[in-house]
Nanobody, 117 residues
Framework: QVRLVESGGGLVQPGGSLRLSCEAS????????VGWFRQAPEKQRESVAA???????NVPESLKGRFTISRDNAKSTVYLQMNSLKPEDTAVYYC???????????WGKGTLVTVSS
């Protein structure tokens, strides 16, 4: 089993920056990819960034230039750097991991990001 714990959320003013962390623990050797998702009230969950085991990253075109995903293998942690934040970025941000072979997915409990003046 894999456990994912997000951290770094909070209140930030528009135009500000925030870095979220996703620390993985447990049986993590078979993780194939890690991604960040967000869900705002009454809206569908959406992918905001992903990174595969080979280091390839993917960020939606609408978020490129503002959101960057990276990892620190020594710390078993994936980061989401968010810059030039906008009120519409307000959401609960979740970390997701995909297991090699089985395709099984694991989710963290989320961390709330609020962008407001």
């Amino acid at each position: 089993q894999v456990r994912l714990v997000e951290s770094g959320g909070g209140l930030v003013q528009p135009g500000g920056s925030l870095r979220l962390s996703c620390e993985a623990s447990g049986s993590i050797v078979n993780i194939r990819a890690v991604g960040w998702f967000r869900q705002a009230p009454e809206k569908q969950r959406e992918s905001v960034a992903a990174i595969s085991s080979d280091g390839r990253t993917n960020v939606p075109e609408s978020l490129k230039g503002r959101f960057t995903i990276s990892r620190d293998n020594a710390k078993s942690t994936v980061y989401l750097q968010m810059n030039s934040l906008k009120p519409e970025d307000t959401a609960v941000y979740y970390c997701n991991a995909i297991e090699i072979g089985t395709g099984m997915e694991y989710w963290g409990k989320g961390t709330l990001v609020t962008v407001s003046s």
